[in-house]
């Protein structure tokens, strides 16, 4: 059983590795383990897929179930594993450091903090209180006897404000608070995520998942990108499968699909490690 500090360390050796890599978000047990399987070096929650889970839309899971949702893969292989934690659930620089300790307690080894409040009326936090925020749970992060990755989240771009340079500067005030990783979900080509890489020296994470707003791993990399993560995508591309299965039954009466799903052995082969 790999230690929860040896997991913290391998997390930032990959960040700090000559290449980008590409962090898997998965959704439960078994797809930890499937992707543990096919040799990912690391794994994220997804608070999407996590919604998905229950039955609910994104953002509507508690802390408390986010928590036990982020235990449950952080159990389920011995790989380092970092937690979408939203915006700490919560909008005072309190409630984003309790999340972090939470997630630290149930098995994370990193995590994001980000500046969308959730308010439809005013989605965005200001920059000094999303910059309080962002150093509240920094400090907690530091508080802890490993190294936990803090990831800040600027959402601009995933809340209607498509301002490239107020995106740069949340993401620089986030890195003088002392974040370790900056993201910035939805940037619309790489010509802005160029900007943001030449920005900030930490390293960038890209999220893989929106169409004609995903790049190969080659085009990131060359950008300046550190860490690919890919949201909900994976998650999106099971449940297609099993929606196109269901269909072929309901409208075809057939099961052509059978010979395209893994087998039970193939499955069990991923499922036993």
Aim: charged share 25%; glycine share 10%; net charge negative.
């Amino acid at each position: 059983m790999t230690s929860q500090r040896e997991k913290a360390i391998r997390l930032r050796q990959l960040h700090e590795g000559p290449r980008a890599f590409v962090i898997a978000n998965s959704w439960d047990g078994g797809s930890s383990r499937l992707l543990a399987g096919l040799g990912f070096q690391a794994l994220a929650t997804s608070s999407g897929a996590c919604a998905g889970t229950l039955g609910r839309l994104d953002g509507q899971v508690s802390r408390e179930e986010a928590i036990v949702h982020a235990r449950a893969i952080a159990l389920a292989t011995d790989l380092p594993v970092s937690g979408d934690l939203e915006n700490g659930f919560g909008h005072t620089p309190d409630d984003a450091a309790r999340t972090i300790l939470l997630a630290a307690e149930a098995g994370l080894v990193g995590g994001s903090i980000e500046d969308a409040s959730g308010d439809k009326d005013k989605p965005l936090y200001d920059i000094v209180h999303a910059t309080e925020r962002v150093a509240a749970a920094v400090s907690a992060a530091r508080s802890l006897d490993f190294p936990f990755m803090l990831t800040a989240r600027a959402e601009n771009h995933l809340r209607g404000n498509n301002d490239l340079d107020d995106t740069i500067r949340r993401l620089q005030a986030y890195e003088e608070a002392g974040a370790d990783v900056l993201f910035a979900p939805g940037l619309p080509d790489l010509a802005a995520v160029r900007a943001v890489c030449h920005a900030v020296s930490k390293p960038v994470n890209f999220m893989v998942g929106i169409r004609g707003r995903s790049f190969s791993v080659a085009e990131l990399e060359a950008a300046g990108v550190r860490r690919i993560s890919l949201a909900t995508s994976l998650y999106r591309a099971a449940m297609g499968a099993l929606v196109e299965a269901a269909r072929e039954i309901n409208d075809k009466g057939s099961f052509g699909y059978l010979d395209r799903a893994l087998t039970t052995a193939e499955l069990n082969g991923y499922l036993r490690g």
